[in-house]
Structure formats: structure tokens, C-alpha cells
């Protein structure tokens, strides 16, 4: 059992900065892949942003390349993400989640079929 628990959202003007972070629990951090998903009002979950249990690969939805950043810390059990140059359509629920089937270098989980676990979700409001 692997429980993932967000923090960090809130409420940010356009063109700003938040950093989300996920802690986990349960088992060996680096057991396991991580990444992080959204869902806006309306629409489907969609992936955001993925670390490998290496640390060293990553994969990203194109609509954040370049703005986003994922990173995580064994050591701290913490997976974070960095999210600057804001947009409106960056407004949802941001949930933190865990693949423990993914190898060592494999930036996974990118689909929800994939994921072995979900944090409960933290809001981010972007507002113009």
C-alpha cells in the first residue's frame, strides 16, 4: 500500500508561480514511479508530468514543456512540482499518483491505466 498526500495548491494570478508537493508513504519511495495528473471542471483527468524512480528521466504533457518542472527526493519521500509562467487552462485538481509497476527508468505513470495509486487532489486556480 502506497498513500500520496498533496500540498501546496491554491489561488495564482496568470504568469505566476506555485510548487506543488506530494509525500508518500507505505513503501520505499523509490519503488515506485510517480507523476502528477489534472482534471479541470468538465473535463477528464489528464497527465501532467512523470519521474522515473531514478530520478533521472522525465516525461511531460507538451501543453507544460518548458513551464513545468517535476523532481522528487527518496530521501524525503516528496515528489514536487514547479509550475511557473501560469495559464488559466492550468485551473483544476491536481492529484499526485504512483505507479509501483513502472522499471527503474521509465518516466511512468503518463496514463490513468497505470496508476496503482492517487493522492486526493489539491487545487490550483488560476485567475486573470
Known amino acids: 500500500q502506497v498513500q500520496l498526500a498533496e500540498s501546496g495548491g491554491g489561488l495564482v494570478q496568470v504568469g505566476g508561480s506555485l510548487t506543488l508537493s506530494c509525500t508518500a508513504s507505505g513503501r520505499s519511495p523509490s519503488s515506485y514511479g510517480l507523476g502528477w495528473f489534472r482534471q479541470a471542471p468538465g473535463k477528464e483527468r489528464e497527465f501532467v508530468a512523470a519521474?522515473?524512480?531514478?530520478?533521472?528521466?522525465?516525461s511531460y504533457a507538451d501543453s507544460v514543456k518548458g513551464r513545468f518542472t517535476i523532481s522528487r527526493d527518496n530521501a524525503k519521500n516528496t515528489v514536487y512540482l514547479q509550475m511557473s509562467s501560469l495559464k488559466p487552462e492550468d485551473t483544476g485538481v491536481y492529484y499526485c499518483?504512483?505507479?509501483?509497476?513502472?522499471?527503474?527508468?521509465?518516466?511512468?505513470?503518463?496514463?490513468?491505466?497505470?496508476?496503482?495509486?492517487w493522492g486526493q487532489g489539491t487545487q490550483v486556480t488560476v485567475s486573470s
Open positions: 519521474i522515473s524512480r531514478s530520478s533521472e528521466y522525465t
Open positions: 499518483a504512483a505507479d509501483t509497476h513502472s522499471s527503474y527508468l521509465s518516466p511512468r505513470p503518463r496514463l490513468s491505466s497505470e496508476v496503482d495509486y
